[in-house]
């Protein structure tokens, strides 16, 4: 069984930087792309990024050129790294799993494991 934990979040500043983490159990990380997914308050959840197992990465729009994502397999962990937030970005932050490839990563239904999120606040 695949198990996700996401930590990192809080409250920063516009203008800030965090790192999330998305640590997984055992070696799946060797078998399965990793995507981050966030969702707003009173919103749907949106997929914002993704790594594959063969490190192929993906940004959506609104998070393209300020946020990445890093696979450390040794660690059993997957970052993103989040710069120059605004607080359009608050949401809560979860990650998700499937085998192999990111495929539609911006589909909710195409991951099965999924982690329990992480609350992320930007406001002055």
């Known amino acids: 069984q695949v198990q996700l934990v996401e930590s990192g979040g809080g409250l920063v500043q516009p203008g800030g930087s965090l790192r999330l983490s998305c640590a997984a159990s055992g070696d799946i990380l060797d078998y399965y792309a990793i995507a981050w997914f966030r969702q707003p308050s009173g919103q749907e959840r949106e997929g914002i990024s993704c790594?594959?197992?063969?490190?192929?990465?993906y940004y959506g729009d609104s998070v393209k050129g300020r946020f990445r994502i890093s696979r450390h397999n040794a660690e059993h962990t997957v970052y993103l790294q989040m710069n120059n937030l605004t607080p359009e970005d608050t949401a809560v932050y979860y990650c998700?799993?499937?085998?192999?490839?990111?495929?539609?990563?911006?589909?909710?239904?195409?991951?099965?494991?999924w982690g329990r999120g992480t609350q992320v606040t930007v406001s002055s």
């Open positions: 790594i594959s197992v063969r490190d192929q990465k």
């Open positions: 998700a799993a499937r085998e192999d490839i990111c495929g539609t990563y911006t589909y909710t239904g195409n991951f099965r494991s």
